[in-house]
């Protein structure tokens, strides 16, 4: 809140908690009743002279503001006027969160303020706190249950519009052996002349002050919450990684508004490391650069400050035609050692196998050799187009390599007995093409709410890394907070099919996934 808005409310507050009557005296006729009474202490047109049929004499504080032509400002004022104490049990009816309801027939309200006497502040956290005052209808008011010892009361300021100023106003509700009634000053302070001139600018100032209060967030930009930053931001890294990385920056803008400026340019896992690493140590720093990476950073890139953000799960994929659903490990390290040449070998169709698969850059290869293939690498490639072999090859199978992961996908669903691999969501219905499908392995299919228990071995840790550890109040630390902590950042890792590192089950499998 900025001190424009503090001024004003500051202000409304002091001028509405000044008095004009002293308390009512208790009603000694009723000692053994509760009693809680209620008065209009006052009630004033603020935008003409408040004669009925009058010209319209105007103020000149409502130019810009004809709906308040006709308005008028009431204070009324709820007090335990007995001697018994009265609880938020003593409101009838119990299953009921209000206990007093005030109308103001004709008249529809605009804008409400509490004061508290001296001494009874800790009445504030039932106007504050739900279910705090409620707007019913128009001219309708529902007042919450408080807790009132004898003496005790509150007044509430109600900014009018409509109606006429002396226009009835009734508060009702019941009170176990009790009363609700409307009582009056011993001093006649409700017949003319209510207030002197300097009153009655006084109140004018107070209503023109909750106007300006309301309406000022309208024209100035709302601060950013608290666990926002403004600047500049760059993604890049993982390809499998990017839609995650998309989806995470344009939530993190919906939550922080329009201060942050975040764009996505992913390069693959090792290229988005690398160059953070080189642009670092040239410059000395990136403090606007994140790259995302499926796996572990090289060990020569000491200076990579690192964050574990999901556990991401792969899946491999084959063409429709190859129709088979599972494949051991043991006959995938055969398929990518060159052993089994033809589908038919695995019992599956008469069709030669061709590997489709990812430049040596990306994350998801890597995940592929460490956590499936042993740690051997793939065959040479030998093709260009996925298609035909490259003269002079002696590549005992035909494999191509693409730069992404929607090229790959693209690829093996056109292409009669190829194999390729996936981040999970993109090979998953409806994001994948048609025309191929998933393979479990050794009979287990990629589960992210399963994988405290192991068994499926295509995952990786996701790793977020910065050119050292950034600033507390950087943009870059705010996101990894975001994506690691904030419960829309974990659900939007969550929906992509990984495991959020955030989540107790992902706390355990990120810690022991090394």
């Not at 009324?76 to 109308?103: C, F, M, P």
């Not at 509490?114 to 502040?121: F, N, Q, R, S």
């Not at 279910?131 to 309708?140: R, T």
């Not at 490639?381 to 035909?398: G, H, I, Q, Y």
């Amino acid at each position: 809140m900025g001190w424009l808005e503090i001024a004003f409310t500051a202000a409304g507050l002091l001028i509405g908690a000044v008095s004009i009557v002293t308390p009512f005296a208790a009603d000694r006729r009723a000692r053994r009743s509760r009693r809680v009474g209620f008065r209009k202490q006052m009630d004033i047109a603020i935008g003409h002279h408040g004669q009925t049929g009058a010209d319209d004499a105007r103020l000149g504080l409502f130019t810009d503001l004809p709906e308040m032509r006709d308005a008028t400002l009431v204070l009324l004022r709820i007090e335990n006027d007995g001697s018994r104490h009265v609880d938020t049990g003593d409101y009838i009816d119990a299953s009921d969160l209000y206990g007093l309801t005030a109308e103001f027939p004709g008249r529809s309200i605009q804008a409400l303020d509490v004061t508290l006497p001296e001494g009874h502040a800790n009445l504030s956290g039932y106007f504050e706190r739900r279910p705090g005052l409620l707007i019913e209808a128009p001219g309708k008011l529902r007042i919450p249950k408080v807790p009132l010892k004898p003496g005790a009361y509150y007044k509430i300021l109600v900014l009018l519009t409509g109606g006429n100023e002396g226009d009835k106003v009734t508060v009702t509700g019941d009170i176990k052996d009790g009363t609700l009634h409307e009582n009056h000053s011993l001093t006649p302070d409700e017949k003319p002349p209510v207030f002197s001139s300097r009153a009655r600018w006084t109140t004018v100032t107070l209503g023109v002050a909750l106007i300006a209060a309301a309406a000022l967030p309208l024209f100035t930009p709302p601060p950013l919450p608290d666990d926002c930053e403004s600047g500049r931001l760059r993604l890049t890294g993982s390809t499998a990684f990017a839609p995650v990385m998309r989806e995470l920056a344009e939530k993190y803008r919906e939550h922080c508004g329009d201060g942050p400026r975040i764009t996505v340019a992913a390069r693959g896992s090792r290229t988005g490391v690398r160059e953070l690493a080189l642009s670092g140590a040239e410059s000395g720093s990136t403090a606007g650069v994140i790259a995302f990476s499926d796996g572990p950073r090289p060990a020569s890139y000491t200076r990579l400050s690192e964050s574990r953000i999901a556990v991401s799960l792969f899946t491999l994929v084959v063409h429709d035609g190859v129709r088979l659903g599972d494949l051991s490990v043991a006959d995938v390290r055969r398929v990518y050692r060159g052993e089994v040449r033809n589908w038919s070998q695995l019992g599956g169709p008469d069709l030669p196998v061709v590997l489709v698969s990812r430049t040596s850059g990306s994350g998801t290869r890597s995940a592929l050799t460490a956590r499936v293939l042993a740690g051997a690498d793939e065959p040479p490639a030998s093709s260009d187009d996925c298609v035909n072999r490259t003269a002079r090859t002696t590549a005992r199978v035909l494999r191509c390599e693409l730069d992404s992961t929607e090229q790959v996908l693209d690829t093996v669903a056109h292409t009669p007995g190829a194999l390729g691999y996936s981040e999970l969501r993109a090979a998953s219905p409806p994001d994948a093409p048609k025309g191929l499908h998933r393979l479990t392995l050794d009979g287990r299919a990629p589960d992210p709410d399963r994988l405290d228990a192991g068994g499926y071995p295509y995952r990786e840790i996701e790793y977020a890394y910065t050119y050292g550890r950034p600033p507390a109040d950087s943009l870059a630390s705010s996101f990894l907070s975001y994506a690691v902590d904030h419960g829309t950042g974990k659900g939007v890792v969550a929906t992509h099919g990984h495991l959020p590192c955030g989540t107790p089950v992902g706390l355990r499998v990120c810690g022991k996934d090394d």
